[in-house]
C-alpha cells in the first residue's frame, strides 16, 4: 500500500487504515498489482477519478472525487458502485454493463440527477470509464477519470437564455422603433395637412382684400406656413421622419418660391450633403424663406435679370454656413433696412440655431450668411 501513499492525500490514509479484509476485495496487501497501479495513479491525480472492482463494483477513488461524492464521502469508500450512487443507479447501469463487457464508454456530456447534498440537483459529467482485465484477460474493474461540468452548463444555459432575452429585447425594441417612425410619420402627415387648412383658410381670406399692402402681407404669410409645411411633408414621406435632407429640401423649396420660369432660371441652389433634425430644418426654412423672397422681390428692381444663389456648405466638421447672395441690392430695401418684419423673423429664427447673421456688401451685389454649428449644443 506505499504506492497509495505516494502524493499525500488524505484519501490515502484512508484507504490505507480500512478494513478490508471484511470485504469481498480482501486485505490491501494481498491486493492484484493492476488495483494497486491504478490506485497510485488516482492518488497522484487532482483530476477526479475512481475504480470500481469486484463482483458487486466496490469503490476507490482519490480527492477529487471525494469532492465530487459531498456527502456522501467517507461512507462510500469500498461500498458497492450502486448503493452509492442508489438515485441514479438506472442511468449508470447500462455504461457499467458495456464497460464490463469489455467497451470503453466515453460520455462528453451526460446529465445526473443527484442526491449527494441532500437535495435533488441537476449534474452534468464528462468521463471515460475503461475496462481493466486481469493477467488471464478476465475483466475485473473499471478506470473512470472524470470532470464535472455542472458550472460550465449552467452557465452556457444563462448565457443562452441571456441570449434569448437579449434577442426578444431587441425585436420589441425594433417593433417599438417601427411603431414610432410610423407614429412620427403620421404626426408629420396630420401637421401638414393642418397647415395646409392654415394656407387655404389664408387664401380665401386674401382673396377678399383690397388692400394691397395688406393681401401682400398675406400673401407673405402663406409663403411662411408653406415653408414649414414642406418641412413636415417631406419627414412624413421620407425614411426618417426626423432628419431632412436638407440638399433635396432646399431645392425643393427654392423651386416653389420661384413662382414663375424667369425666376426659376434665376435661381442656382449649391447644398452639400447635409441632414438636419426637424428643431433646426424648421427655423432654417423659414430663413431661407425670407431671404429668397426677399432677393425675388428687390434684388433686382424693374425686371432685370440676375442670378440668386441660395447656399448651404460645411465651413468645418462642425460649421455650417447657409448663405443667399445676389448681384443686385439685396436687402437693402427701405422695408427691411428698416428692421421689417422678415428682418425680425431671420433674426428670431437665427437666435434658435444660435446662429451669428452676417450681412455684406459684395462686389457683385449683396450676401447673406447665417453661420451655425451643425448640432444643436446642449
Known sequence: MNRVDASGQKIAALVREQDWSSTPLGPADAWPEALK?????????????????????????????????????????????????????????????????????FMDDIELLMHRKGFPEETHFSFSYTPVRDPDG????????????????????????RERDLSKAISIQETLLEEKDVLLAEVNHRVKNSLQLVVSALNLQSRR????????????????????????????????????EMKTY??????????TPEMRDQMRVEVDDVTMGTERAIPLAIIVNELVTNCLK????????GPI?????KRSDD????AVADEGVGMLNKEESAGGL????????????????????????????????REEST
Open 309 to 313: 444663389v441660395l447656399s448651404l456648405q
Open 209 to 244: 382684400i383690397k388692400d394691397p399692402a395688406t393681401k401682400a402681407a398675406f400673401e407673405q404669410a402663406i409663403t411662411r406656413v408653406r415653408a414649414i409645411t414642406s418641412v413636415h411633408e417631406r419627414l412624413y414621406k421620407s425614411d426618417n421622419p426626423l432628419a431632412v
Open 342 to 373: 422678415g428682418t425680425k423673423l431671420v433674426a428670431t429664427m437665427a437666435s434658435q440655431l444660435e446662429a451669428v447673421v452676417e450681412k455684406s456688401a459684395t462686389q457683385e451685389g449683396f450676401k447673406v450668411s447665417i453661420v451655425f454649428s
Open 250 to 259: 432646399l431645392e425643393g423649396l427654392a423651386d416653389d418660391l420661384a413662382v
Open 37 to 105: 497501479l491504478l490506485l497510485s495513479i488516482m492518488m497522484g491525480s487532482h483530476q477526479p477519478m475512481f475504480v470500481i472492482w469486484g463482483e458487486d463494483h466496490r469503490i476507490i477513488y482519490n480527492e477529487g472525487y471525494a469532492e465530487i461524492l459531498a456527502s456522501k464521502h467517507p461512507a462510500a469508500l469500498g461500498m458497492p458502485f450502486f448503493e452509492v450512487w442508489h438515485e441514479i443507479r438506472a442511468d449508470l447501469e447500462p455504461i457499467v454493463a458495456q464497460a464490463m463487457a469489455g467497451e470503453s464508454v
Open 138 to 161: 478476465r475483466i475485473v474493474g473499471i478506470f473512470c477519470p472524470c470532470v464535472e461540468t455542472t458550472g460550465l452548463v449552467m452557465s452556457q444555459r444563462q448565457l443562452r437564455e
Open 319 to 322: 460649421i455650417l454656413e447657409l
Open 298 to 305: 428687390y434684388a433686382y428692381p424693374e425686371d432685370r435679370p
